[in-house]
T-cell receptor
């Protein structure tokens, strides 16, 4: 069965420090992979996506992610965290076929706190 | 371009009642999906609609239903509400053929 694992429930980093959020997936075919961010009480905002091609993808707000097929991973990174990055981050795999949005399978999320 | 709009933003209902939530997708998007978010279960897929037809369905009881109109707007209905239905309900829209989904702000449903 398809699944997404985010091993870290909560991470605290200092402002200006680098960040890496881990994501591992289980999926039979080449997956569509996404990272979303959610502020308290809000919806999900798409940070970046991977469909195919270059395994290093750039997103909004200075985030990037690297797809590693051999490790079934799609880790999110940011070189320098800002206080406004404090939020919850979700990794997701798209299980649709034939171009369908289908069923997005989400990890449990990683809550990011930023120390001043 | 307006984003995905969900109404209402907040709802309080009593056990046993029913509720209808509404979602207007991004203009031009014809695929709409619904998700339930709870602290315990996280984000779970409810169903997906395209061209007024349900295309995919998650593992939820029949009390959860939905529909899509010819203008792509969608509604979901929950009948015979239970306390466990308290959640943030998120709607997402996408272009058919493109798997990336854009989410609305959600409707926070509280069942008392």
């Amino acid at each position: 069965a398809q699944s997404v694992t985010q091993p870290d429930i909560h991470i605290t980093v200092s402002e200006g420090a680098s960040l890496e959020l881990r994501c591992n997936y289980s999926y039979g075919a080449t997956p569509y992979l996404f990272w979303y961010v959610q502020s308290p009480g809000q919806g999900l905002q798409l940070l970046l996506k991977y469909f195919s091609g270059d395994t290093l993808v750039q997103g909004i707000k200075g985030f990037e992610a690297e797809f590693k097929r051999s490790q079934s991973s799609f880790n999110l990174r940011k070189p320098s965290v800002h206080w406004s990055d404090a939020a919850e981050y979700f990794c997701a795999v798209g299980a649709g076929s034939g171009g369908s949005q289908g069923n997005l399978i989400f990890g449990k999320g990683t809550k990011l706190s930023v120390k001043p | 371009k307006a984003g995905v709009t969900q109404t209402p933003r907040y709802l309080i209902k009593t056990r046993g009642q029913q509720v209808t939530l509404s979602c207007s997708p991004i203009s031009g998007h014809r695929s709409v999906s619904w998700y339930q978010q709870t602290p315990g279960q996280g984000l779970q897929f409810l169903f997906e609609y395209f061209s007024e037809t349900q295309r995919n369905k998650g593992n939820f009881p029949g009390r959860f239903s939905g529909r899509q109109f010819s203008n792509s707007r969608s509604e979901m209905n929950v009948s015979t509400l239970e306390l466990g239905d308290s959640a943030l309900y998120l709607c997402a829209s996408s272009l058919r053929g493109f798997p990336e989904a854009f989410f609305g702000q959600g409707t926070r449903l509280t069942v008392v």
